[in-house]
């Protein structure tokens, strides 16, 4: 899988902009805020529908102007196909997604066009911070394997949303749908059910290739470890097991105005060498940990689909030493890479394909391809 083209009108800080870039590694490199980051950004919009690091679609659209357009080119086993985000603040419909020029209806039929796995410094949050960035984390790299999973996820979050709604009304009124809360228990736990199981199998995997990875960037023997901490200990009847345990929890529950168990609770935990790298790990050691995360993940979505997705690495070199960017670089040469750095010195260009200088001036971004 590779992206033959990518268009931009009116995107971020690109007034107009058409890249064909090389089926190997491509290098952006320019000043912090000319525009690097935006490339990847476009990206993972045709990929997954959304920013990687914004959830208001409205901020991509370029100062003064009425709508945005990201469109980009694929080449697959297929064939080729064509992506396109366009954003319209200021209409009801604000986001459109267009498949080979036919609009989607849902969000699950763009899943697996364009697979991409993306690096930035804001991923270190899955060592670091709380459960959520690791929730969201296995969410996105699922749901390019199943659209089951996508959509699983979708009706568990309507369903979650319909049983908050019910307690918050609880804590006022003891009388106000209490009935209604074994229904929507029900209605939540099959797709519970499929988000946990899926989850378990894709972290196994993840643990191993992950470890591997570690050691191969690291040059060292330090065993990395992922876990699944879920609210359900069950490994069969898992629908069965969340409905029991909601029950259990309901009057904590009402107390709380809110689902205290469930999916939306459960959590990754890493360690190295058996000890909890949230509490105890360098901050090399967490690049490292988070990078050989992002590198499994390309491993697990190629064996998954026979096509190796598109890597984006965001300002990933500047804190690696010189032995860990030059064993990154060798993981990566047989994908489809677009990395951004500030300094082009910071990778070794002699194992890069193509080269481009990111500038912006009067806010409009340009690119501008550079020898090596």
């Given at each position: 899988m590779q992206i033959t083209e990518l268009k931009l009108k009116n995107f971020r800080n690109?007034?107009?902009?058409?890249?064909?870039?090389?089926?190997?590694?491509?290098?952006?490199f320019g000043r912090n805020g000319s525009g690097k980051t935006n490339l990847l950004e476009a990206v993972h919009y045709a990929a997954l529908g959304r920013s990687h690091r914004i959830s208001n679609d409205a901020n991509v659209v370029r100062y003064g102007e009425a709508g945005a357009l990201s469109t980009i080119g694929v080449s697959t086993a297929l064939g080729q196909r064509e992506i396109a985000v366009r954003f319209h603040p200021g209409e009801?419909?604000?986001?459109?997604?267009?498949?080979?020029?036919?609009?989607?209806?849902?969000?699950?039929?763009?899943?697996?066009?364009?697979?991409?796995?993306?690096?930035?410094?804001?991923?270190?949050?899955?060592?670091r911070?709380?459960?959520?960035?690791?929730?969201?984390?296995?969410?996105?790299?699922?749901?390019?394997?199943?659209?089951?999973?996508?959509?699983?996820?979708?009706?568990?979050?309507?369903?979650?949303?319909?049983?908050?709604?019910?307690?918050?009304?609880?804590?006022?009124?003891?009388?106000a749908g209490k009935s209604l809360l074994g229904v929507f228990e029900e209605a939540i736990a099959e797709p519970a059910a499929e988000i946990i199981r899926e989850r378990r199998r894709v972290i196994s995997l993840l643990s191993e290739i992950a470890g591997e990875t570690y050691c191969r960037i690291s040059g060292t023997e330090e065993q990395l470890r992922i876990a699944y901490h879920s609210s359900v200990r069950e490994e069969?009847?898992?629908?069965?097991?969340?409905?029991?345990?909601?029950?259990?929890?309901?009057?904590?529950?009402?107390?709380?105005?809110?689902?205290?168990?469930?999916?939306?609770?459960?959590?990754?935990?890493?360690?190295?060498?058996?000890?909890?790298?949230?509490?105890?790990?360098?901050?090399g050691q967490v690049r490292t940990a988070a990078l050989s995360m992002k590198l499994?993940?390309?491993?697990?979505?190629?064996?998954?689909?026979?096509?190796?997705?598109?890597?984006?690495?965001?300002?990933?070199?500047?804190?690696?030493?010189?032995?860990?960017?030059?064993?990154?670089?060798?993981?990566?040469?047989?994908?489809?890479?677009?990395?951004?750095?500030?300094?082009?010195?910071?990778?070794?260009?002699?194992?890069?394909?193509?080269?481009?200088?990111?500038?912006?001036?009067?806010?409009?971004?340009?690119?501008?391809e550079t020898e090596k």
């Open positions: 690109y007034e107009n902009l058409s890249l064909c870039p090389d089926p190997g590694v491509n290098l952006f009801m419909q604000k986001k459109e997604i267009l498949i080979d020029g036919k609009k989607i209806q849902k969000f699950s039929d763009m899943m697996g066009c364009l697979r991409c796995v993306i690096f930035s410094p804001e991923d270190l949050g899955l060592i911070e709380g459960p959520s960035v690791r929730r969201r984390y296995l969410d996105m790299m699922i749901s390019q394997i199943s659209r089951r999973y996508f959509i699983a996820l979708q009706q568990y979050r309507t369903g979650l949303d319909q049983r908050n709604a019910i307690l918050k009304n609880l804590r006022t009124d003891p009388s069969d009847h898992i629908a069965e097991s969340l409905c029991r345990i909601l029950r259990e929890n309901r009057e904590d529950d009402i107390r709380l105005g809110m689902t205290s168990v469930g999916p939306h609770r459960d959590d990754l935990i890493l360690t190295l060498d058996r000890n909890l790298m949230k509490q105890f790990s360098s901050q499994s993940q390309m491993k697990i979505l190629t064996d998954d689909s026979g096509e190796e997705p598109v890597l984006l690495l965001d300002d990933v070199m500047s804190e690696l030493d010189r032995k860990r960017r030059a064993s990154l670089i060798n993981e990566i040469r047989s994908f489809q890479t677009f990395i951004t750095c500030a300094d082009r010195e910071d990778v070794d260009c002699e194992k890069v394909s193509r080269i481009w200088q990111v500038s912006a001036e009067s806010g409009s971004a340009s690119l501008t």
